[in-house]
């Protein structure tokens, strides 16, 4: 049987051109967010299953690539459920494993604890532009912080990231899971029915008004409360007046510190910001994950058509390791979807070195190879990079492939 040269479906192979990208995007990140005191941490790409399948991840526990047991442990001719042939898997997020991490590990590490974690997921999904089984995730979270502060500096430090590999005119949509509660509460819906009406109101933006109504009524809801809901969604503004407007029209319903707080997060982040973005409330934010508990948010680039980036609190995650509630928030930029983004526009790294080749004659006597090394080795020590290569027939053919992967200046030596 001949062997497959193309990767599994879902993942890909990163050729040079992209890699460097990569690897300039990751030192940006780890630099940009070291800057604002978050700290590199990694996780096993590995988990338990019982830890992955918790309830927690939304409709990523669907896509789980489940790991069998090994060894002794794994008893095919005996198996008579899941949980007989299955212990493990691999991640599909970073906060679960983050979570996991934390509760570990809470004794050593300082409070608040701001972590830095970058590293691969997979999910059995279905492959499209920007989306992959396999991909690169990058996340930091600001652990034991209760108040907005966490809230403020995630987005600061997620659009400060952004702005330095120019990036312009996203906006960070932001919402609060507590006022769409409070919202669907206000107008009637069973509160056992949340999660059917979230689901529905995700898909706002490519169905519209008319077509949540729709599917609400298919749910069988009241048509007062549909109509009352849908009402609210067409007077709220994108801007501080609608935070206010909810807070105002939910006063029986939402905590007035609440909407206070997104207030408070929003005009800060505003009145400081470096990048060149704009913050919107939208109230028909929903962020997929059940675990999410207070404030949420995601990065929308047009250049895009979606989403590149999202996040949110989840005070209650760490305490089902634990038994013991823990303040947590996150943020998680699209790393994939990014670097694909910078691929397209033709970005060149602002701080890439010269990269100058050397075409060696074949045969080059040893005296002469000796001294051509030497040169090269002094020449990086200024921080050119050298690439030394054997003189092709097709000279011409060999210095255009070197010079789409950045090379500049060529250098030719012959044997006299």
Not at 64 to 90: N, P
Not at 164 to 177: A, G
Not at 244 to 265: N, P
């Amino acid at each position: 049987m001949a062997l497959k040269k193309k990767p599994v479906t879902g993942m890909k192979d990163i050729l040079p051109k992209e890699m460097e990208i990569r690897n300039y995007v990751t030192g940006l990140i780890r630099e940009t967010y070291g800057s604002f005191g978050f700290t590199s941490i990694e996780t096993p790409s590995v988990e338990h299953i019982e830890n992955l399948c918790s309830k927690q991840g939304g409709d990523n526990e669907k896509l789980i690539f489940k790991i069998l047991k090994r060894g002794e442990k794994l008893k095919l001719d005996q198996a008579k459920e899941e949980a007989d042939l299955v212990d493990s898997g691999l991640r599909y997020d970073l906060t679960v494993p983050l979570s996991r991490y934390y509760s570990n590990n809470a004794n050593e590490l300082p409070g608040p604890f701001k972590a830095l974690q970058m590293g691969y997921v997979w999910r059995a999904d279905r492959p499209q532009r920007g989306r992959f089984r396999q991909f690169m995730q990058c996340d930091i979270d600001i652990l034991g912080e209760p108040t907005y502060m966490a809230e403020i500096e995630l987005v600061l430090a997620t659009t400060t990231l952004l702005g330095k590999l120019d990036f312009h005119n996203f906006t960070i949509r932001i919402n609060d899971r507590r006022i769409l509660k409070a919202m669907a509460e206000y107008s009637g819906f069973p509160k056992e029915s949340f999660d059917t009406v979230f689901i529905i109101l995700d898909k706002m933006d490519k169905i519209g008004l008319e077509g949540v109504a729709k599917e609400l009524e298919e749910e069988g809801f009241a048509k007062e409360s549909i109509d009352t809901y849908l009402a609210m969604f067409k007077e709220i503004s994108s801007d501080i007046q609608g935070v206010r407007y909810c807070k105002e029209k939910l006063s029986g319903v939402l905590d007035e510190q609440i909407a206070a707080d997104l207030e408070t997060i929003i005009s800060t982040v505003e009145a400081v910001k470096t990048a060149d973005f704009k913050m919107a409330f939208d109230p028909t934010l929903v962020r997929g994950m059940s675990y999410y508990t207070g404030p949420i948010f995601e990065i929308s680039m047009d250049e895009f058509g979606g989403s590149v980036g999202g996040g949110g609190r989840y005070d209650e995650m760490i305490g089902k390791f634990t038994g013991n509630n823990t303040s947590a928030c996150g943020f998680s930029i699209g790393f994939e979807r990014i670097v694909m983004l910078l691929l397209e526009r033709g970005y060149q790294i602002p701080t890439a070195k010269t990269k100058k080749a050397y075409l060696i004659e074949k045969n080059m006597p040893a005296d002469k190879l000796i001294e051509i090394f030497r040169q090269a080795e002094e020449e990086r020590k200024t921080g050119i990079q050298v690439n030394i290569s054997i003189m092709k027939k097709n000279k011409k053919f060999q210095k255009d492939q070197m010079a789409a992967e950045g090379y500049t200046e060529f250098v030719e030596f012959f044997k006299r």
